[in-house]
């Protein structure tokens, strides 16, 4: 059996998607919601079974991860946040680069010689690569109306992948790979009327202008951070959103808190665009927190933690 394990964002969608398009295979899918990463576990191991992990913590599946290899399956991880010990294991192929300026789909185009090299710069926008992406774009001799589209692109299918679970987003993550596995360009989506990218584009413009209310808990010169109100839209824009602050304000951290269905919060970290480096260490001071060092988060905080987080986060920054 194959399983292709996955995470449900604009990154980890896009790194199955150039797979797919350069080998299609028939695979079982396992992903979720942005924040579901512990996905391996998931997976009914047998001895045989193919293993893709794309763009899920290492970290956060080390158990699940020395389990699969033990039972005899082979596993192909590609990732960019933080990792833990790598087992070492002739089954397992790891392609692991944690600099602050990659993501998964570059890494998987980089394998496949950038055979679809578009969709790896889409969602390189859409991990809020700016930079790296405008570098790659230019490379292909893009236009700036180009990179204007993928970079909406890149950040439209971001914005699907937050929520507290599947019911929150408008496409299940698994619907969205299929849509968007029909066409080998970005392009070839964007230049269609009624597509995804459209209807993602309206719903996206739709839930960001409810956002400019969002309640300011603390602002200073090194941090920012702001409170959604309970709803489906404000977990849909946690992230996307924490990147737009992010661009608007590139010399300070910024962390994005929408309430969740525990009874406490979920928090969305970014590293100041001039400091790329930290968000994964805020984060690991809280139980369930974790991610990389440009962006990470906090699956549940507790309410009695907050003053707590925004000392951490400040303190980091300050220092």
């Known amino acids: 059996m194959q399983y292709d394990v996955f995470n449900g964002d604009a990154d980890g969608i896009i790194a199955l998607l150039q797979l797919q398009l350069y080998n299609p295979t028939n695979s079982v899918k396992i992903t979720g919601v942005k924040r579901d990463i512990a996905l391996l576990k998931r997976v ?4 045989g079974d193919t293993i893709r992990v794309l763009d899920i913590s290492m970290e956060k599946n080390l158990e699940a991860l020395n389990n699969a290899l033990v039972m005899g399956a082979d596993v192909f991880y590609v990732d960019h946040h933080r990792t833990g010990d790598i087992p070492k294991s002739d089954n397992l192929k790891a392609y692991i680069d944690l600099d602050a300026n990659t993501c998964t789909s570059l890494i998987i185009s980089k394998l496949l010689d950038n055979e679809f090299h578009l969709w790896a710069i889409t969602a390189a ?58 066409y080998s360009s970005p ?6 009327v009624d597509s995804v990218y459209h209807k993602l584009s309206t719903a996206y413009d739709y839930d960001m202008e409810k956002s400019r209310a969002a309640e300011v808990l603390f602002d200073s010169k090194v941090a920012k951070v702001i409170l959604l109100e309970d709803a489906a839209w404000s977990r849909r824009v946690s992230g996307v959103l924490g990147n737009d602050l992010a661009n608007q304000s590139p010399s300070k951290a910024h962390a994005v808190i929408s309430y969740n269905n525990e009874g406490g919060y979920t928090v969305s970290v ?34 009695s933690e907050l003053s707590e987080f925004i000392r951490v ?4 920054y300050t220092s």
């Open 187 to 192: 392009f070839d989506v964007i230049n269609k």
């Open 44 to 47: 009914d191991v047998k001895a």
């Open 313 to 316: 986060l400040s303190d980091y």
């Open 125 to 182: 926008y859409g991990d809020n690569l700016f930079a790296k992406a405008d570098e790659e774009a230019d490379k292909l001799g893009l236009t700036l109306q180009q990179k204007q589209q993928l970079k909406a692109f890149g950040t439209y299918i971001n914005y699907n992948s937050y929520g507290n679970d599947v019911s929150d987003l408008h496409y299940p993550p698994t619907e969205l790979f299929e849509m968007l596995l029909a």
């Open 270 to 303: 970014r590293a100041p665009l001039l400091n790329k480096q930290g968000a994964d260490i805020v984060c690991s001071h809280f139980k369930t927190g974790g991610g990389r060092t440009a962006a990470a988060g906090i699956n549940h905080l507790d309410r």
